[in-house]
């Protein structure tokens, strides 16, 4: 298997560049991409059984992988739903699989997007983790529009490992990721 685009950069471009950044010049202490979450929260699968398992199918083609299903974690009367219910699906990418996704949400997937200006730099968490939605599964190229049976946003995390929020955005910034200045 080929060594992905985007990793390939990281690996001769960024961390050279990020090493001037981090306190140590450690190696180590340089911001790194550990996993891809992604997840569609399908709240009208109690009015409609088929929608979990189209999510499903859509989300395996975008991600090459099978998802697996996730559960209600209490029950919630006011959307008639109970505790262990079937309610989404998702996806953790790793090593190679994770920067082709990256590199095709970054390069194809985010351009599509109708009126975008930009993600907030106000999406990262304690961590350093960056969390995003994308408004329907039919931005992205695997997708065949006329045969989507409900349109369905989902969420992606990028979970990075870093002694920073400053570093983690610069090493996405590096990779291109379209903030809003």
């Not at 953790?92 to 082709?100: A, E, V």
């Amino acid at each position: 298997m080929n060594i992905p685009r985007l990793l390939e950069k990281y690996q001769k471009e960024i961390v050279p560049m990020l090493l001037t950044e981090v306190p140590h010049q450690n190696r180590f202490a340089v911001p790194k991409l550990e996993k891809i979450v992604v997840s569609m929260g399908v709240g009208k699968v109690t009015e409609n059984k088929d929608r979990l398992e189209a999510a499903g199918n859509d989300l395996a083609i975008i991600t090459g992988q099978k998802p697996i299903l996730t559960k209600a974690r209490q029950s919630v009367a006011g959307f008639k739903l109970r505790k262990n219910e079937l309610i989404g699906c998702k996806v953790t990418l790793r090593k190679q699989m994770m920067y082709y996704f990256l590199d095709k949400l970054i390069s194809i997937v985010i351009p599509r997007q109708r009126d975008f200006r930009g993600y907030s730099k106000k999406s990262f968490d304690q961590g350093g983790n960056y969390n995003l939605g994308i408004p329907e599964q039919s931005l992205f190229p695997e997708i065949n529009i006329d045969n989507v049976k409900f349109v369905q946003g989902m969420d992606i995390t990028l979970v990075i490992k870093s002694p920073s929020i400053e570093l983690s955005h610069k090493m996405l910034k590096l990779m291109g990721f379209p903030f809003r200045d």
